[in-house]
């Protein structure tokens, strides 16, 4: 199972496990369930992207968030503020920009960030559809991807590289993610894990550096 939205609703859940039914988190977690989750590194991650931008010399930077009840994307923003923590840099509450379900309102949202003075000069996007969505009105208003704004964006996508400019991503490890979720899930079936055997695997993201955030082409 993989949490679809932040909702804090887990009672259901809670139901599936008193009804033994065998239970497998990957990648979006209920944290108050106890069962055994297969994640990425979240927070590593959050404060990975934040500080390349930082050493590509943004001075500040805007993290696009979604659901931000989920526990993945708390942990993104951690590292979003910690990494501008470390370095000095003042947390700007007006740069970490509560996205929404509605593409025509986050449209608006990420408008308003980016068409006013003082404009962010980097942008983490905590999702893939809000980094598309900040592509988007770069050019409807003219910006530059990477001169005039850097971008980092969580994503799988397998066109990252064809965009243009190319994106700079944090690309979570999806197959091995599914692969060590089925292997826990058959031991249970199989019955060589306990209940009580509850297990935590975390499997690192990568960061692959594109044009976005200035890298340059080869």
């Known amino acids: 199972m993989s949490a679809s939205s932040g909702k804090k609703i887990t009672t ?17 977690a209920c944290e108050d369930i106890e069962a055994s989750k297969v994640l990425t ?36 923003l ?39 003075d003082g404009r962010p000069q980097g942008i983490v996007g905590s ?8 592509y988007t009105v770069c050019n409807e208003l003219g910006l530059r991807i990477p001169a005039d704004v850097k971008v980092v964006g969580f994503s799988s996508m397998g066109i990252a590289s064809l965009l243009n400019p190319s994106l700079t991503t944090i690309t979570q490890p999806a197959f091995e993610m599914g692969k060590a979720a089925a292997t826990i899930l ?26 976005s955030t200035g890298e340059q082409p080869s």
């Open 78 to 116: 951690k590292g979003y503020l910690r990494a501008l923590q470390d370095h000095g840099m003042k947390i700007e509450k007006e740069h970490i920009v509560s996205c929404t379900g509605q593409d025509a309102k986050n449209h608006s949202l990420i408008k308003k960030l980016l068409g006013r």
């Open 12 to 28: 259901h859940v809670g139901e599936l496990l008193s009804s033994k039914v065998p239970l497998v988190f990957f990648d979006r």
């Open 41 to 76: 590194n979240d927070f590593e991650s959050g404060h990975r992207a934040t500080e390349l931008l930082i050493k590509k010399g943004c001075r500040t930077i805007a993290f696009l968030q979604m659901s931000e009840n989920l526990y993945i994307i708390q942990e993104r």
């Open 186 to 211: 058959f031991k249970i079936l199989n019955g060589k894990k306990t209940d009580q055997q509850v297990e935590k695997i975390v499997i690192p993201s990568t960061l692959y550096e594109r044009a």
């Open 127 to 134: 999702t893939e559809k809000l980094t598309m969505m900040s």
